[in-house]
């Protein structure tokens, strides 16, 4: 059975041009960067090409770029550097909607004394600013907010945030995992200090991620060693995964226009056909700003697992935003911040494209959902029959 391939904001298939550039570095290429021997030494030029590649996407200088183990360590990197170098300062900005990358370090920090304040969000998954303004102080030690929210897609007004922030003297950190590669990005232009992205979230590695550290920004580094990355962070590079996000960042640069105009027409087409032909079905998070891949639509009254074994039958995989904990399934952090009922938070499904989708499989989709949510709602006990 062929697979069609909805899930691209969990991770991505990595392009072939960059499995290219990274297979030479395991068996012919795989000298250390930091020997003295030409045949390592070769790689350090390999890393300073692959830091130029990212730094074009993001519009940002080469010296700024700390590669990492991926989205989660450069959260962590961010959050707890930027505390570490502000030892006078306790308190954590952030929102109810971010990745655990995020939230889970601020509430453990909690625990360790720091005070965090999670902003809430609208309906539309959207920020209120003015919160945003009324709980900045002196205090203040970060901010972090996400670019663009991995479940619904909704994006926050990043450059307006960071210039409040700026005025405050806090640094600004925000978690751009899912935004990279699918909207523009200029670093350059714009007060964000810290940056977070992931290999495998766009037709990269897994493994291997990048902090933006803006010049002149405050931040102590989580990994002691070596004196790698400038000492940022230290460990022997992984050369096949920085490579690869060069690579897949100069993809994104060439490819930027064509394949996101691309992927939110498959998409656009994909939801307007599933909230037509699917009574009590609703679109979660604000249909304008949003990530051009993203859907995330709810069925009223069946479970989202159910949808999404039913779609599995047909090789389509998307996914729900429930958490199976401890035997039951608790409805997605983010559907609940937005006030989403809970018969609709439970029957969510998220359809996540990418360049590699076609017309023809969302064609199949359309034709394949409907009857699904018919023969489900035809079972679930929460819907009322009429006699
Ligand atoms: N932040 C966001 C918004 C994400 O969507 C993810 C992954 O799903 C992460 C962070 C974690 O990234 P990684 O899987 O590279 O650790």
Request: with cysteine; glycine share 8%; charged share 25%.
């Given at each position: 059975?062929?697979?069609?391939?909805?899930?691209?904001n969990?991770?991505?298939?990595?392009?072939?041009q960059?499995?290219?550039?990274?297979?030479?570095?395991?068996c012919e290429?795989y000298?250390?960067?930091?020997?003295?021997?030409?045949f390592?030494?070769q790689?350090?030029?390999?890393?300073?090409?692959?830091?130029?590649q990212?730094?074009?996407?993001l519009?940002c200088?080469?010296?700024?770029?700390?590669f990492?183990s991926g989205?989660?360590?450069?959260d962590n990197m961010?959050i707890?550097?930027?505390?570490?170098?502000?030892?006078?300062?306790?308190?954590?900005?952030?929102t109810?909607?971010?990745?655990?990358?995020?939230?889970?370090?601020?509430?453990?920090?909690?625990s360790?004394?720091?005070?965090?304040?999670?902003?809430?969000?609208?309906?539309?998954?959207l920020?209120?600013?003015?919160?945003?303004?009324?709980q900045?102080?002196?205090?203040t030690?970060?901010v972090?907010?996400m670019?663009?929210?991995?479940?619904t897609?909704?994006?926050?007004p990043?450059?307006?945030?960071?210039?409040?922030?700026?005025?405050k003297?806090?640094?600004?950190?925000t978690?751009a995992v899912?935004?990279?590669?699918?909207?523009p990005l200029n670093?350059?232009?714009?007060?964000?200090?810290?940056l977070?992205?992931s290999?495998?979230?766009?037709?990269?590695?897994?493994?291997v991620?990048?902090?933006?550290?803006?010049?002149g920004?405050?931040?102590s580094p989580?990994?002691?060693?070596?004196?790698q990355?400038?000492?940022?962070r230290?460990?022997?590079?992984n050369?096949?995964g920085?490579?690869?996000?060069?690579?897949?960042?100069e993809?994104?640069?060439?490819?930027?226009?064509?394949?996101?105009?691309?992927?939110?027409s498959?998409?656009?087409?994909l939801?307007?056909?599933?909230?037509?032909?699917?009574p009590?079905?609703?679109?979660?998070?604000?249909p304008?700003?949003r990530?051009?891949?993203?859907?995330?639509i709810?069925f009223?009254?069946?479970e989202g697992?159910?949808?999404?074994?039913?779609?599995?039958?047909?090789?389509?995989?998307?996914?729900?935003?429930s958490?199976?904990?401890?035997?039951?399934?608790?409805p997605?952090h983010?559907?609940?911040a937005?006030?989403v009922?809970?018969?609709?938070?439970?029957?969510s499904?998220r359809f996540s494209?990418?360049?590699?989708?076609?017309?023809e499989e969302?064609?199949?989709t359309?034709?394949?959902?409907?009857?699904?949510?018919?023969q489900?709602?035809e079972?679930?006990?929460?819907v009322?029959?009429?006699?």
């Amino acid at each position: 059975m062929r697979t069609i391939y909805f899930d691209n904001n969990a991770t991505t298939k990595v392009a072939e041009q960059v499995f290219e550039e990274i297979h030479p570095h395991f068996c012919e290429l795989y000298g250390n960067p930091s020997s003295m021997h030409t045949f390592g030494g070769q790689i350090g030029r390999k890393i300073r090409q692959a830091r130029e590649q990212v730094a074009n996407l993001l519009g940002c200088d080469p010296g700024e770029i700390v590669f990492t183990s991926g989205g989660t360590e450069s959260d962590n990197m961010a959050i707890k550097g930027a505390l570490t170098a502000q030892p006078n300062k306790r308190t954590i900005i952030t929102t109810r909607v971010e990745h655990p990358a995020v939230l889970t370090v601020c509430r453990d920090l909690e625990s360790h004394g720091y005070t965090v304040v999670e902003l809430n969000v609208d309906k539309e998954g959207l920020l209120d600013l003015d919160e945003l303004e009324d709980q900045l102080d002196d205090d203040t030690a970060l901010v972090t907010i996400m670019y663009a929210n991995n479940e619904t897609g909704v994006i926050f007004p990043i450059d307006e945030i960071a210039e409040l922030v700026a005025d405050k003297g806090a640094i600004f950190h925000t978690d751009a995992v899912q935004a990279v590669g699918k909207i523009p990005l200029n670093l350059s232009k714009s007060n964000i200090d810290l940056l977070s992205l992931s290999g495998h979230k766009l037709h990269g590695p897994k493994g291997v991620g990048v902090l933006y550290v803006r010049k002149g920004t405050r931040l102590s580094p989580l990994m002691l060693g070596g004196h790698q990355e400038a000492g940022r962070r230290a460990g022997t590079e992984n050369v096949p995964g920085i490579v690869g996000m060069g690579k897949a960042c100069e993809l994104a640069v060439e490819n930027f226009k064509a394949e996101n105009n691309k992927v939110k027409s498959l998409r656009d087409k994909l939801e307007r056909a599933i909230l037509k032909e699917c009574p009590d079905s609703r679109l979660n998070g604000d249909p304008e700003n949003r990530l051009p891949n993203t859907t995330n639509i709810s069925f009223e009254y069946i479970e989202g697992e159910a949808i999404l074994l039913m779609l599995d039958q047909y090789g389509i995989c998307a996914s729900s935003g429930s958490a199976c904990t401890s035997g039951s399934l608790e409805p997605s952090h983010v559907l609940r911040a937005m006030g989403v009922p809970f018969t609709a938070a439970h029957g969510s499904i998220r359809f996540s494209l990418s360049r590699y989708n076609t017309e023809e499989e969302v064609d199949f989709t359309i034709e394949k959902l409907p009857p699904i949510i018919n023969q489900l709602r035809e079972l679930s006990p929460f819907v009322t029959k009429n006699a």
